[in-house]
């Protein structure tokens, strides 16, 4: 049973659940392509790793510190002479904590004859961490969309979360202006066009469009039905059971207008 809502599932945009709906999504887009490219073509998923710190306070047992000048009075004779002291530190003692590692996977679309292989096409689905100031997930994420912008391979970004801070390689601003307000979207770069971004403007009440993939110059794109694979990841995975529809919070939270949309949608399908 598909999900109540005709696009994307708001419920799903939290942390409690997008991280798996990610990787559902990414076997799903990898599966349905591998049927339909042409001959030496071939989708694969890979990995991007990192590691998190953070650090934490270690209180010690006891520890004073007392400047030199304060020691030397205290051990010597005579009349003690009042002398400016310089102030005394407070020893803070921490521990750098590892976290990690952490995984995020996406879709690479390769061409292999004989012995050459070439790099396509990258397929990304953003994540959480991706649009997350700091976060050294979001780090490798932008270091690896500016090395594909800069290649001789096509990047495809599908930004399925409302919240976090604009990350696809298009400007968010030259995608508004010409688009209008959107909730999600889709930017194809193409390689062979290299100042041009292909953006799909996608609204919360709107079915995921189909969009095409890129392949090399000479040979046509293929195509991506995001609805059906969001479909196929929704049925796969325990949402229906899991999410309690109309109690629990959408995070980020719906304008008013979305939000009476939203109760009137599930009064229909529930």
């Known amino acids: 049973m598909p999900s109540p809502f005709p696009g994307m599932d708001p419920y799903l945009e939290s942390l409690d659940w997008f991280p798996d709906l990610h990787d559902s999504l990414i076997t799903f887009v990898k599966g349905t ?15 991007r790793v990192w590691l998190e710190y953070s650090q ?17 009075r205290r051990g010597s004779g005579g009349i003690a002479v009042a002398q400016p002291l310089p102030a ?12 990690g590692p952490f995984e ?34 979001r780090e490798k994420y932008l270091s690896k969309q500016r090395e594909i912008v800069q290649s001789q391979s096509h990047l495809v970004e599908i930004d399925l979360l409302r919240g976090g801070i604009h990350t696809t390689a298009v400007s968010r601003e030259v995608a508004v202006a ?21 953006v799909y403007p ?4 709107n079915r995921l469009p189909v969009i095409p993939i890129p392949l090399l110059p000479g040979d046509p794109d293929t195509t991506l039905d995001l609805q059906a ?15 309690a529809y109309g109690e629990d919070p959408i995070i980020p939270p719906l304008t008013a207008e979305q939000a009476e949309w939203a109760a009137v949608r599930l009064k229909q399908r529930l």
């Open 56 to 72: 934490r306070y270690v209180e010690p047992d006891l520890e004073v510190v007392r400047s030199g000048q304060e020691a030397r």
């Open 104 to 137: 995020e996977s996406f879709v690479e679309i390769r061409r292999r004859k004989g012995k050459d292989v070439r790099l396509v096409a990258s397929i990304e689905i953003l994540s959480l961490s991706n649009k997350s100031p700091g976060n050294p997930g």
């Open 178 to 198: 010409k688009a209008g307000p959107f909730d999600y979207h889709v930017s194809i770069h193409r390689f062979d066009r290299p100042k041009d971004f292909f």
């Open 88 to 99: 005394e530190p407070l020893v803070v003692s921490v521990e750098t904590i590892e976290h």
């Open 33 to 47: 392509l591998q049927q339909r490219l042409p001959e030496f073509y071939y989708a694969q998923s890979s990995q």
């Open 202 to 205: 996608i609204s919360l009440q």
């Open 229 to 243: 694979v969001l479909d196929q990841a929704y049925d796969f995975g325990p949402y229906l059971k899991e999410v």
